[in-house]
């Protein structure tokens, strides 16, 4: 097979604003970005992971170097009518020999002679989470890949690869018996994945374009280096956004034979220095990390903030959206993702109207015990008003957290309720809770996403969070009234239990009924008494 240039052919999955799917190459992603609704590939870490090397190529374009006026600057691309293409054009062909998938001496993310100890090769499903004999999931497993699939799986690899032992590549120093033995998983991995999304391909680019970023004259994509070898790069240091974009992780070689792509390598790469990167990767929230603090010294070690899998991202908006803690003297918990505070910068500057809705897409992988293989890939979507990502904004934050912890404490006391019921029948009480949790929070989940997009921080919040206080208490009421309807008579007689101060009491219908109304009047509260709150956080 004579190559296949990346800039040229059909490789990237995206949407048409029609609705149907189509490859296309990098190049015709930017010049039609406007045309694409949005990328399609085969799973959303794999959206992420490409999108994240078009940044690459579009930072590298356009931004190498801090502009003096960044708000500026954004603004001139963001009105234009297209991507700046030719200073993409002549980005890619300065670098044209490095996006060959297939090139015999630099293929693009590659090693063009990784080789194991005994010259054994791996199936191509090595590339895609299900390439495990033990993975949960249900793709197809190919015995072969057009090139284009393999570069989308390629990039894929490099972003979220599990850890375990790989095999050992000649060359590499760190192998022992022909095993490489775990090193983490790829960076991508450690993040909760936060992407702007825009109306458009050519608008989500932008959006994550954080112009005020920390620039380092040492920070380039991996392309701009030197041909990577088997052997781990030496004294190399992440110097920004665009070294993590595309840092290489594992070390790969693909094996093709007429015109596919047959069998692959997947070695160890370039350990990520995960707890030191803060002001480098844009696309994640952070949380302060103790325990790493104290191995660091003191000084304060922040760790990319993942997404709970089980839980809506929306449960989470104080780690989504903190508020920073100013003169406190302690670091703050958490801290906002750049991209984020890069879109309420904008529209605090009035570069995006001030009251532009923001939508944020997110990504995450739960891996299998010691991270060696996959288990879950799981997405979300919400959105919000942009000024809520501000700092200026906290206290408008401090009622849309106050909002989630009016659903908690809902579902809190539904879950009550189904525990008591079932004690009144006689069954067992922790299975009616977890179905309560799953029952109420899912009835939840549309009218909050509804409510958070009509929350105006800058208008009446107090009553904006009394709405939505009360059309809580009116779903939760329901889900109630439903479940005690269904109890059976045996729980209008009751069963004799122990209560908190070790009285013997009889759980019955009714009993749990009055404890169900009495906790809701307390959490639920139909006027908000802002007399007894310093803050709406400290609703109970």
């Known amino acids: 097979m004579s190559g296949f240039d990346l800039i040229r052919e059909p490789w990237i999955r995206v949407r048409h604003r029609e609705g149907h799917v189509a490859e296309v190459s990098l190049r015709d992603a930017f010049v039609h970005a406007e045309e694409y609704r949005s990328l399609a590939g085969d799973l959303p870490i794999q959206d992420f992971a490409v999108l994240r090397v078009l940044l690459a190529v579009l930072y590298s374009a356009v931004d190498r170097e801090r502009s003096p006026d960044p708000i500026a600057a954004w603004r001139g691309l963001w009105t234009a009518e297209q991507l700046p293409i030719e200073q993409i054009d002549d980005y890619l062909t300065a670098w044209q020999d490095r996006f060959d998938l297939l090139h015999p001496e630099m293929p693009f993310l590659q090693v063009a002679d990784l080789q194991s100890g005994r010259g054994e090769t791996r ?116 110097r920004g956004q665009l070294a993590l974009l595309t840092w290489p992780q594992r070390r790969v070689r693909l094996f093709h034979q ?13 350990p990520v220095p995960y707890t030191t990167l803060l002001r480098d990767e844009l696309m994640t929230g952070w949380r302060y990390s103790e325990p790493q603090t104290k191995k660091a010294g003191g000084h304060p070690v922040y760790m990319p903030r993942q997404f709970d899998s089980r839980r809506a991202v929306w449960r989470g908006l104080q780690a989504l959206l903190p508020v920073r803690e100013v003169d406190s003297g302690k670091p703050n918990p958490a801290e906002i993702a750049g991209v984020l505070r890069w879109s309420s910068e904008l529209s ?47 206290v408008a934050k401090e009622y849309a957290f106050a909002a989630v912890g009016r659903a908690d404490a809902g579902v809190k006391a539904l879950a009550g309720l189904a525990g008591n019921l079932a004690t009144a029948s006689g069954g067992p009480k922790e299975p009616a809770r977890d179905e309560a949790y799953v029952q109420g929070f899912g009835a939840l989940d ?9 929350f105006d921080p800058e208008g009446d919040t107090e009553d904006a969070l009394q709405e939505w206080t009360d059309e809580v208490r009116v779903i939760i009421q329901d889900l109630g009234a439903e479940r005690i309807s269904r109890a059976g008579a045996s729980a209008w007689i009751g069963r004799k239990i122990t209560d908190r101060q070790g009285k013997s009491i009889s759980m019955t219908i009714g009993l749990a009924d009055v404890w169900f109304r009495a906790e809701l009047a307390r959490e639920l509260p139909r006027a908000l008494s802002t007399d007894s709150l310093e803050t709406p956080g400290g609703v109970q």
């Open 348 to 394: 605090f500057r009035r570069v995006l109207p001030r009251d532009q809705l923001t939508t944020i897409s997110t990504v995450g992988v739960v891996y299998g015990p010691q991270s060696a293989s996959w288990d879950e890939v799981f997405t979300d979507h919400l959105s919000f008003d942009v000024r809520l990502a501000a700092t200026e904004s906290s």
């Open 123 to 238: 199936p191509v499903s090595l590339l895609m989470p299900d390439g495990d004999d033990e993975g949960l999931f249900v793709m197809r497993r190919p015995e072969a890949l057009r090139p284009a699939e393999a570069a989308r799986w390629l990039v894929t690899c490099h972003a979220y690869d599990p850890s375990g032992i790989k095999t050992g590549a000649v060359g590499d120093p760190r192998v022992k018996g022909g095993k490489g033995y775990p090193m983490g998983i790829g960076w991508a991995g450690w993040l909760g994945g936060i992407t702007v999304t825009g109306a458009n391909l050519r608008e989500t680019l932008l959006l994550n374009l954080v112009l005020d970023r920390e620039h380092h004259p040492e920070d380039r994509p991996i392309w701009e280096e030197e041909p990577l070898t088997a052997a781990p790069r030496q004294g190399v240091v992440v």
């Open 258 to 270: 007429d015109g596919l792509v047959t069998s692959v390598l997947v070695c160890n790469g370039d």
């Open 446 to 454: 549309a009218p909050f996403r509804r409510w958070l997009r009509g």
